[in-house]
């Protein structure tokens, strides 16, 4: 890090964060202004009004501009998901989050505006009075648990950004596209499709009021460039110190051009990405996909014309990092259990294969991974795409960041991401392009987005298997009778009536997502982002409105399949073939969580049967089982946008909460502890081979047909020492590539350094961990995920020498 | 000819994903039996060839239950703790089944040589993409010469890179039947001195160091020379210096050498098998007394690395 780095990044540790409602405020008179305009203009108009008056400011030091909140490290109000309750507001400010006293007494007149208007209140209106879909969600089967009919899920959200939702996407947007052409171009071409359209259908009238939005959104972008551009020339004048004036001025030029104009340089480049991805948050899954392709010819010209050298440019990929890290975010209460340490995945894709199969790594690849490693902060987070021909140096000098203990890079194998849309009827030339939106999930730039990713609790559906349909703790019928414990005669008749109450709850789930995104297709148009995905201006329609070339709407993402796998493996094993223990005195084990000395034995027994994660068969067949059949039942449904429900599996940290919300389950576990994380990781504690054993068990599982997998392990930082560590590392993840596992990720921390942490934290306020996709300060996380990454299988090395 | 597959050993652990223990990622075989009795010794459970209890005392609640499951009456509990008569204990195990705190273990495990060779393919996969292999350590492998070379064997008709982790320290026809199978040794010149070497490893080093030269001249196998750094027994300049020496004329210097540092995981070892160590006292070596040895090795014209 160089001095200005440096200085940048210290102003990053805030004591406050401050709460600001400055765009709440600007939305809500641009909102009611529009009343009764189509939804897509008023959203258009509502964006223009902020970007044309929200409160903008350039920091010293700083080289990229734009910034993202209307006060430094500020997070604003965010309108379209819910409210804030006076309960929620007083939680944050006992959090460490400030708002002043009249901003939180403004507040509650704006919270008053959208009374009835919410994300959440238009799901309940079908909701509530379901029968079948009321208690399902009110379950918290998919998280997190809908308690009341007035509450909604979770709460609102407070996030620097500034666009529009709607949020939690998975996608990538044409960023190619939108440095080398700039915002006139695609201006220009929305002007005349607009002269094109002839009404004779009602796709026409929607079509103009689409590129109408689109006109109205980019020309405010431009004027919001232009803000900074006179801002920059305005504090230039006043500057005395010839160094920071000449920046500035240049600062003025590049906003001035981009991203109205095409970017010719890479400090042009990096301005326009930067502009661009303001307006794609506040998302916390915005992804940059494959910067290092798609910033790479500013890059080799610039160098080539010494214009710039790798420090400039390394100093800029710095100087990003420390912006991304002021995009902060906060969510309500039940939320922030779910995704901790201000989660967030704004995911860099970085080397994999080119759309001809060829090596993509260059140069840039490697500055990306640098300037992760030299200026170590939590965000953004990188993924590194590894293929057969990755070199061992890109491997080396991505697991030397991996060393450094930030938690990044993640690994993903091309081969089964790739496979993925190829399986999906994606041309070869395109899957090869895919990128990594959110956490882990592919997507093609420009061309797919997933909009609804429910978190499902699978080991729920297991105990109300156990209990004929009824949830234990409320005593309702909210499942199939698939009969009493006592007719199963057999394992199979067990697994069958699993399967079908799982496949039951699976389609509630499915409908659940349709109506969720209906009510995002109708509430949260998005002219932005839909203007920059492929052929947007020709097909006229916002993101939720048309089918992509690839459809992958919704998918459905199982939490605690391991748990239940090592369950039904115990079950088998002690019930139906030892039968040492009855299907009656499991369940009365279960129920008394496994208090009492009978108890205590069974649950000895549960133990020691065979669990996923020791590549032994008994076990890992039975996951491999489960996640084929979940695979295979996702795709029966059909989505509200003209595709098919597609299976992923990713965790994140929802299996905190969806522990707490399961009773014992009969793998051994006690209720409400934390299921397994990840999803081809091992329960907590449950492996004992190592990391060779996991990989062996994580590749019996088909991973091929979702659109992520997640697999964590952590490392002591002895298995890292000397390059020949790092290699033989390197060959552990390209083998599990290679027989098609799609995802690893590492955290080397060593257990005492975590327990000092916990004991001391003002002395690490630097270190990061890696919770789930996500890169956190360990400190800013719960202490039951803090306990979680203690207890993560350490595989330290031992077999130490005589 | 007999079944390689059937011949039984003794072990104490099979470890996967080993990185120090030779090229690639390997899997090494930890077999019971010693003949030596280094005072550092890291794997004291790798002395004896029988089973033996290993409790870990912190993990035990002192429930009581493991009492009535002796069949000798050799546990009581004292200050809250499951106490073991060793001098009664029969290692029969059946304590280990029923304590619920995982505070008992058996250690030693009685198995088929095709047993061992079916954990080692197990991770085939990983040693085809790193160019690793099974290694077979201990205790003194060559203290079960059959079942070592009949582990071995099996490995390499499977195709799969062998290493032996050894102190040397076996008569020359016992090495012969374990040679033709083994790829890589990872040969332990503790100290030079004999009559040092009897002070800290129970027996002389004059046998240990024929062997070696006989192996990497006559039998043209490639050695990799390990040496424990042990503070106040084995890493004065003098004997590091012996030991450059040694391994720069006798042997050559394209042979790799490699300094071990020491870390004090044997001592709880010990106490959890109710064993009293060897009077023994040394500290890790600092980082820089570490460097001013493998200067010395450098000075020989040597390729030395710390750690294994
Ligand atoms: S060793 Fe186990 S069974 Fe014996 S007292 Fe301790 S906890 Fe109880
Ligand atoms: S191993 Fe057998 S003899 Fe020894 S303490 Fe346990 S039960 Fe008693």
């Given at each position: 890090m160089n001095e200005r780095v440096k200085k940048l990044k210290q102003r990053l540790y805030v004591h406050k964060y401050p709460l600001c409602i400055e765009k709440f405020r600007l939305i809500t008179k641009s909102l009611e202004k529009t009343e009764g305009d189509p939804e897509i203009l008023r959203r258009a108009k509502t964006l223009a009004n902020v970007l044309d008056n929200i409160t903008v400011f350039i920091e010293d030091d700083e080289l990229i501009v734009g910034n993202v909140a209307s006060k430094p490290m500020g997070l604003e109000i965010d309108h379209d998901y819910g409210t804030w309750s006076q309960e929620e507001i007083d939680a944050l400010k006992e959090e460490g989050y400030t708002i002043s006293p009249e901003d939180e007494e403004e507040l509650k007149t704006l919270n008053h505006y959208y009374k009835g208007k919410s994300l959440v209140s238009r799901m309940g209106e079908i909701l509530f009075d379901n029968e079948r879909l009321w208690p399902f969600v009110q379950s918290g089967m998919v998280l997190p648990p809908w308690k009341s009919k007035g509450e909604g899920s979770g709460g609102g959200y407070a996030q620097g950004g500034m666009g529009l939702g709607p949020g939690l996407y998975l996608m990538g947007i044409d960023f190619a596209k939108i440095l080398n052409d700039g915002l006139y171009k695609i201006i220009e071409?929305?002007?005349?499709?607009?002269?094109?359209?002839?009404?004779?259908?009602?796709?026409?009238?929607?079509?103009?009021?689409?590129?109408?939005?689109?006109?109205?959104?980019?020309?405010?972008?431009?004027?919001?460039?232009?803000?900074?551009?006179?801002?920059?020339?305005?504090?230039?004048?006043?500057?005395?110190?010839?160094?920071?004036?000449?920046?500035?001025?240049?600062?003025?030029?590049?906003?001035?051009?981009?991203?109205?104009?095409?970017?010719?340089?890479?400090?042009?480049?990096?301005?326009?990405?930067?502009?661009?991805?303001?307006?794609?948050?506040?998302?916390?899954?915005?992804?940059?996909?494959?910067?290092?392709?798609?910033?790479?010819?500013?890059?080799?010209?610039?160098?080539?014309?010494g214009r710039a050298t790798d420090e400039d440019v390394l100093e800029l990929l710095e100087c990003l990092r420390i912006k991304d890290m002021q995009l902060n975010r906060v969510s309500g209460k039940l939320n922030r259990q779910k995704n901790s340490g201000m989660a967030k995945w704004h995911n860099w894709t970085i080397g994999g294969v080119t759309t001809e199969g060829e090596d993509a790594t260059n140069e840039l690849s490697y500055l990306i991974l640098e300037a992760a490693k030299d200026c170590p902060t939590p965000h953004h987070t990188i993924t590194v795409r590894v293929h057969e021909k990755t070199s061992d140096d890109f491997m080396l000098k991505a697991l030397e960041v991996v060393k450094a203990g930030v938690g990044m890079p993640a690994f993903i194998g091309d081969k089964s991401y790739i496979n993925f849309f190829v399986n999906n009827g994606v041309d070869l030339r395109d899957a090869r392009d895919y990128i990594v939106t959110?956490?882990?999930?592919?997507?093609?730039?420009?061309?797919?987005?997933?909009?609804?990713?429910?978190?499902?609790?699978?080991?729920?559906?297991?105990?109300?298997?156990?209990?004929?349909?009824?949830?234990?703790?409320?005593?309702?019928?909210?499942?199939?009778?698939?009969?009493?414990?006592?007719?199963?005669?057999?394992?199979?008749?067990?697994?069958?009536?699993?399967?079908?109450?799982?496949?039951?709850?699976?389609?509630?789930?499915?409908?659940?997502?349709?109506?969720?995104?209906?009510?995002?297709?109708?509430?949260?148009?998005?002219?932005?982002?839909?203007?920059?995905?492929?052929?947007?201006?020709?097909?006229?329609?916002?993101?939720?409105?048309?089918?992509?070339p690839f459809e992958n709407g919704a998918v459905m993402n199982p939490v605690g399949m391991i748990n239940v796998a090592d369950s039904l493996a115990a079950i088998k094993k002690l019930v139906f073939e030892e039968k040492t223990v009855t299907m009656k005195q499991l369940q009365e084990a279960l129920s008394a969580n496994w208090s009492g000395e009978e108890f205590e034995e069974i649950r000895k027994m549960c133990l020691e049967a065979p669990k996923y994660g020791n590549d032994d068969d008994y076990a890992?067949?039975?996951?491999?089982?489960?996640?084929?059949?979940?695979?295979?039942?996702?795709?029966?449904?059909?989505?509200?946008?003209?595709?098919?429900?597609?299976?992923?599996?990713?965790?994140?940290?929802?299996?905190?909460?969806?522990?707490?919300?399961?009773?014992?389950?009969?793998?051994?576990?006690?209720?409400?502890?934390?299921?397994?994380?990840?999803?081809?990781?091992?329960?907590?504690?449950?492996?004992?081979?190592?990391?060779?054993?996991?990989?062996?068990?994580?590749?019996?599982?088909?991973?091929?047909?979702?659109?992520?997998?997640?697999?964590?392990?952590?490392?002591?930082?002895?298995?890292?020492?000397?390059?020949?560590?790092?290699?033989?590392?390197?060959?552990?993840?390209?083998?599990?590539?290679?027989?098609?596992?799609?995802?690893?990720?590492?955290?080397?921390?060593?257990?005492?350094?975590?327990?000092?942490?916990?004991?001391?934290?003002?002395?690490?306020?630097?270190l990061v961990v890696r919770v789930a996709g996500y890169s956190a300060y360990f400190i800013q996380l719960g202490r039951a995920v803090q306990e979680e990454i203690i207890g993560r299988a350490e595989h330290d090395l031992q077999g130490v020498a005589n | 000819m007999t079944n390689l597959s059937a011949v039984e050993g003794m072990i104490f652990n099979v470890q996967h994903y080993c990185i120090h223990d030779g090229p690639g990622i390997r899997t090494t075989v930890f077999m019971k039996g010693c003949p030596l009795r280094c005072l550092w010794c890291q794997n004291p459970e790798s002395h004896s060839m029988c089973h033996q209890i290993f409790f870990t005392a912190e993990?035990?609640?002192?429930?009581?239950?493991?009492?009535?499951?002796?069949?000798?009456?050799?546990?009581?509990?004292?200050?809250?703790?499951?106490?073991?008569?060793?001098?009664?204990?029969?290692?029969?195990?059946?304590?280990?089944?029923?304590?619920?705190?995982?505070?008992?273990?058996?250690?030693?495990?009685?198995?088929?040589?095709?047993?061992?060779?079916?954990?080692?393919?197990?991770?085939?996969?990983?040693?085809?993409?790193?160019?690793?292999?099974?290694?077979?350590?201990?205790?003194?492998?060559?203290?079960?010469?059959?079942?070592?070379?009949?582990?071995?064997?099996?490995?390499?008709?499977?195709?799969?890179?062998?290493?032996?982790?050894?102190?040397?320290?076996?008569?020359?026809?016992?090495?012969?039947?374990?040679?033709?199978?083994?790829?890589l040794l990872l040969f332990d010149l503790k100290h030079m001195d004999p009559s040092e070497h009897q002070k800290c490893t129970g027996v002389s080093n004059e046998l240990?160091?024929?062997?070696?030269?006989?192996?990497?001249?006559?039998?043209?196998?490639?050695?990799?020379?390990?040496?424990?750094?042990?503070?106040?027994?084995?890493?004065s300049l003098e004997n590091i210096e012996a030991t450059a020496e040694f391994v720069a004329c006798k042997l050559g210097a394209s042979v790799p050498v490699n300094l071990l540092p020491f870390h004090r995981l044997g001592e709880s070892k010990n106490e959890r098998m109710g064993v009293q160590g060897l009077l023994f006292n040394s500290i890790p070596p600092s980082e820089q007394h570490l460097k001013e040895l493998k200067e010395i090795f450098v000075s020989h014209g040597l390729t030395v690395q710390i750690g294994g």
């Open positions: 071409e929305a002007e005349e499709e607009l002269q094109r359209v002839k009404y004779i259908d009602a796709d026409s009238v929607k079509k103009t009021y689409f590129l109408k939005s689109v006109l109205i959104t980019h020309k405010a972008i431009i004027r919001f460039a232009d803000r900074f551009a006179d801002l920059a020339a305005e504090m230039e004048q006043r500057e005395t110190n010839a160094v920071r004036k000449q920046e500035l001025e240049r600062i003025a030029e590049t906003c001035r051009r981009v991203p109205a104009k095409p970017a010719r340089t890479f400090y042009e480049a990096m301005q326009s990405f930067w502009f661009i991805f303001l307006m794609i948050t506040p998302s916390p899954t915005a992804a940059a996909g494959r910067f290092d392709q798609y910033m790479y010819p500013f890059y080799k010209k610039d160098i080539a014309e959110g956490c882990l999930d592919a997507n093609l730039p420009g061309k797919s987005r997933t909009a609804s990713i429910a978190m499902f609790i699978v080991p729920l559906v297991l105990e109300i298997t156990f209990h004929n349909g009824v949830e234990p703790r409320s005593g309702r019928q909210i499942g199939l009778k698939t009969g009493a414990l006592e007719d199963f005669q057999t394992f199979d008749d067990l697994l069958e009536a699993f399967k079908s109450q799982l496949a039951y709850f699976m389609e509630l789930n499915a409908e659940r997502d349709n109506i969720e995104l209906i009510a995002n297709q109708e509430l949260l148009p998005d002219p932005v982002r839909s203007s920059f995905m492929v052929d947007a201006i020709k097909e006229g329609k916002a993101l939720l409105d048309r089918t992509m890992d067949l039975i996951a491999g089982d489960l996640y084929k059949f979940w695979a295979e039942t996702t795709a029966t449904f059909a989505t509200a946008l003209g595709g098919k429900h597609l299976p992923t599996a990713i965790s994140i940290t929802a299996h905190g909460p969806g522990g707490e919300m399961t009773g014992a389950t009969p793998d051994g576990r006690y209720a409400g502890e934390v299921l397994a994380d990840g999803t081809m990781s091992p329960m907590r504690g449950m492996d004992s081979g190592g990391p060779t054993a996991i990989i062996k068990s994580a590749v019996k599982i088909d991973q091929d047909p979702y659109q992520a997998t997640l697999l964590n392990m952590k490392f002591h930082p002895s298995a890292l020492e000397s390059r020949e560590d790092l290699l033989k590392l390197s060959s552990l993840i390209k083998t599990y590539f290679k027989f098609s596992g799609k995802h690893i990720q590492f955290n080397i921390v060593d257990r005492a350094t975590l327990l000092d942490a916990q004991a001391h934290p003002e002395k690490h306020r630097d | 993990k035990c609640a002192g429930c009581g239950k493991c009492i009535p499951a002796c069949p000798i009456g050799a546990i009581h509990i004292q200050d809250g703790k499951a106490v073991t008569n060793r001098n009664l204990c029969q290692s029969c195990g059946v304590c280990t089944t029923v304590c619920l705190h995982e505070a008992r273990n058996m250690m030693g495990t009685r198995v088929s040589a095709g047993e061992v060779f079916n954990k080692i393919e197990q991770d085939k996969i990983f040693y085809e993409e790193s160019g690793g292999g099974a290694t077979l350590s201990g205790g003194e492998p060559l203290f079960q010469s059959e079942f070592a070379a009949s582990v071995l064997s099996l490995c390499k008709k499977a195709g799969i890179h062998t290493a032996l982790e050894t102190s040397g320290y076996a008569r020359w026809d016992i090495l012969q039947l374990v040679l033709p199978y083994v790829d240990i160091k024929d062997n070696v030269i006989r192996i990497y001249h006559q039998q043209k196998k490639p050695v990799i020379i390990r040496i424990p750094v042990i503070p106040g027994y084995n890493d």
